[in-house]
Nanobody, 121 residues
Framework: QVQLVESGGGLVQPGGSLRLSCAAS????????MRWYRQPPGRERELVAHISGTGDITNLPNSVKARFTIYRDNAKNTVYLQMNSLKPEDTAVYYC??????????????WGQGTQVTVSS
């Protein structure tokens, strides 16, 4: 049974930090690219971080690159998103996904249930 379970969300003041975790089970973790997405209220889901199976390649959009870090521990089947200097506009539900390449390109095969991050004073 495949599972992705996110944790670590919550309420934080602007300028604060949070570390999100996504624990995977039921599939060969190292074989999958892992991604973090977020969906702000009333907006579409957007990609915020990407990491290769071995962890040596990461990509983050310019909007978060200086503040967020993605990393993974393949021994623990877990991917993390360290978020620093949080802003109110980072408020969203954050989701992790396990992605694999297919004829359609890189696509998320599995999704977590999401964890709420609220940045507010």
């Amino acid at each position: 049974q495949v599972q992705l379970v996110e944790s670590g969300g919550g309420l934080v003041q602007p300028g604060g930090s949070l570390r999100l975790s996504c624990a995977a089970s039921g599939f060969t973790f190292v074989n999958y690219v892992m991604r973090w997405y977020r969906q702000p209220p009333g907006r579409e889901r957007e990609l915020v971080a990407h990491i290769s199976g071995t962890g040596d390649i990461t990509n983050l959009p310019n909007s978060v690159k200086a503040r967020f870090t993605i990393y993974r521990d393949n021994a623990k089947n877990t991917v993390y998103l360290q978020m620093n200097s949080l802003k109110p506009e980072d408020t969203a539900v954050y989701y992790c996904c396990a992605a694999a390449y297919s004829r359609m390109g890189l696509q998320c095969a599995y999704w977590g249930q999401g964890t709420q991050v609220t940045v507010s004073s």
